[in-house]
């Protein structure tokens, strides 16, 4: 969709609400340098979550597509050091996904996001093996926080890559 001045409307959402979540002065939480895998059907929610945990200086590759994704984690199983994915998509949900991942890198944390989590309860989250769960919409802030929590936890059990 485009404007008079033909500014592309999802370009200006996603600035817009990039900077709505901006780390505040009184708020901010350390910044990151480890390699985030983000997965989402929605090109808008990638790139957004992308510039999101970029601002936080984490390394993010977004992808649309959970097989292609999938394909990216078994070339170069080390290549991520967290998973963020979208649990309703198309090919493989966030929990196949998840499942998928685990089975090649057992330990790698994932973290699941949903608008609806009637399908997945709380508990078969958790049985899976993904680390956090959060509901959509997820504030920039929330996201963030919960990348670092995730990360500073795997840390603690199994070192710093």
């Known amino acids: 969709m485009v404007r008079k001045d033909n500014t592309d409307l999802d370009t200006r ?3 817009d609400i990039a900077n709505l979540d901006k780390p505040k002065q009184q708020d901010t ?3 990151g340098s480890e390699r985030i895998l983000v997965v989402d059907d929605e090109p808008l929610l990638v790139r957004i979550s992308k510039r999101i945990l970029e601002d936080y200086g984490y390394k993010v590759t977004g992808i649309t597509d959970s097989r292609e994704a ?3 984690v078994r ?5 991520f050091d967290l998973i963020v994915t979208d649990q309703t998509m198309p090919g493989l949900t966030g929990s196949e996904l998840a499942k998928a991942v685990l089975e090649i890198v057992p330990f790698m944390p994932i973290i699941i996001c ?3 989590f009637a399908v997945t309860s709380k508990e078969d989250v958790y049985a899976m093996g993904i680390r956090e769960y959060l509901y959509k919409p997820v504030r920039g802030d929330e996201l963030a926080r919960t990348v670092r929590m995730v990360l ?7 070192g710093r890559p």
């Not at 070339?75 to 290549?79: E, G, S």
């Not at 500073?152 to 199994?158: A, F, G, M, P, R």
């Open 13 to 15: 959402i996603e600035k």
């Open 29 to 31: 939480l350390p910044l």
């Open 70 to 72: 999938l394909e990216k």
């Open 75 to 79: 070339a170069d199983p080390q290549q």
């Open 114 to 116: 949903s608008g609806h």
């Open 152 to 158: 500073d936890k795997q840390h603690e059990l199994y």
